[in-house]
């Protein structure tokens, strides 16, 4: 017995062999000729009954907002004469465009109600809706609204292949003149930058206030928000973001680079930190819990010099006195830089001065050279004179006197 127990012990710490591959086997759905992330459109047939329950969805919207942006976006071909005013009436502009984005709500079932003393949209299901998703696309419609973008725009959110993202950045800096700086390194000048963000990306993108509103699709958002995002951390400026994109929709163009990472090929910005100057602290001083001395008053000073009692009139006498010296020091300030003015300054040096000095210097140099020269020659022609016959000793000629006494 204890040997059968001992075998079933053994055989429970055994462990079972599994077999490898199992759960790779094919699936109906692994074909690589269906797009997995395509958004089919809705189909009415498939939800014939409609929905049990009314959803509804409002929000608020300003009587006034400012545009930041006054230019349109080249992805749309809209255009509205409210978009060049730097402060619009958003009240006013929904009053007149409402009954378009009603027709287009109604369309797909939806109701929509427009409160002008409250200031709010709202939208509803009605026993006619089909698309249990379409409310959430009429909350995005009135959100759009909301934040001045333009209802042939705001529209265009209806469709199954559009998606919008309201990105915030005003709580992403503390320091409102950088938050202003970053905002409008993002827009550019003219709206430069963010028309090549909207080409790049494929997205509506506008500025407005403390939040960005983008449409497109979803990549194309996600590449909008990280640009955003960064430009407002001050991570990376738009313009090289701008150049990375450039270079991946050229290196998308190549098939032989599709699965090959692109990292070797994209430009690596280095973000220069540039030195602030230092604060200067202060040095504290030691702590002492007695106040600092008083300073002498005016009256204090004038008893310890004793003028506190002298007569108004030696008083007066002794303030002229000092105002006649400060006067004859402000005139003797006055006259010396008059002065100034008519010293004649340093003549500067010539080129030619400077060669004529040279030029006689060298020529008494040469004279005494040659000076020099001529007083030896003349000893050397003196001493080449010499008869050497003169030092050799030899027969003396007879002199004359002695051959006529010989005689």
């Not at 059968?4 to 759960?23: A, F, M």
């Not at 009240?91 to 009603?102: A, D, F, M, R, T």
């Not at 709010?120 to 006619?128: N, Q, R």
């Not at 002492?288 to 005016?298: A, D, G, V």
Request: glycine share 4%; hydrophobic share 30%; charged share 30%.
């Amino acid at each position: 017995m204890a040997d059968e127990e001992n075998l079933t012990v053994n055989e429970e710490l055994i462990p079972k062999p599994r077999h490898k591959g199992k759960h790779d086997k094919p699936k109906p759905w692994d074909d690589e000729s269906i797009d997995h992330w395509k958004i089919e459109k809705f189909d009415p047939s498939w939800n014939q009954s409609g929905l049990l329950e009314v959803s509804s969805f409002s929000t608020l919207f300003p009587q006034y907002r400012g545009n930041f942006r006054s230019t349109l976006s080249p992805v749309n071909t809209f255009t509205h004469q409210s978009s060049t005013h730097t402060d619009r009436c958003i009240e006013k502009y929904l009053q007149e465009c409402w009954p378009n984005v009603k027709g287009a709500l109604k369309e797909h079932g939806i109701a929509c109600e427009l409160n002008l003393v409250e200031g709010s949209m709202t939208v509803s299901t009605t026993m006619k809706t089909r698309d249990p998703y379409i409310i959430v696309k009429a909350r995005d419609l009135i959100k759009l609204l909301s934040r001045s973008v333009p209802a042939p725009q705001a529209v265009k959110i209806l469709n199954d292949e559009m998606q919008c993202d309201i990105i915030k950045i005003g709580n992403m800096v503390r320091n409102k003149e950088r938050f202003v700086k970053r905002r409008q390194y993002l827009v550019g000048p003219n709206s430069s930058t963010l028309k090549a963000l909207e080409i790049l990306t494929g997205c509506y993108i506008l500025v407005q206030g403390n939040t960005v509103a983008a449409m497109g699709s979803f990549k194309g958002l996600k590449q909008a928000r990280r640009v955003i995002e960064d430009c407002i951390l001050n991570k990376m400026h738009p313009l090289h973001h701008i150049k990375i994109l450039m270079l991946k929709r050229e290196l998308a163009k190549n098939p032989a680079l599709a699965s090959e990472n692109w990292d070797r090929f994209l430009p690596q910005f280095k973000k220069k930190n540039v030195k602030q100057k230092k604060v200067q602290s202060k040095e504290k001083k030691p702590y002492t819990p007695f106040p600092p001395p008083q300073p002498p008053s005016k009256i204090d000073q004038q008893l310890e010099s004793g003028e506190y009692f002298l007569s108004d009139k030696k008083k007066m006498a002794k303030q002229w006195e000092e105002k006649q010296v400060k006067q004859a020091e402000k005139v003797a300030e006055n006259k010396k830089k008059r002065e100034e003015a008519f010293v004649p300054p340093e003549e500067p040096k010539t080129h030619n001065q400077d060669v004529s000095n040279v030029d006689e210097d060298d020529v008494t140099a040469m004279a005494s050279s040659l000076k020099r020269k001529a007083k030896e020659f003349r000893k050397q022609k003196s001493i080449d004179k010499i008869d050497a016959e003169e030092f050799i000793a030899g027969p003396s000629k007879p002199s004359k006197k002695k051959s006529k006494s010989s005689r």
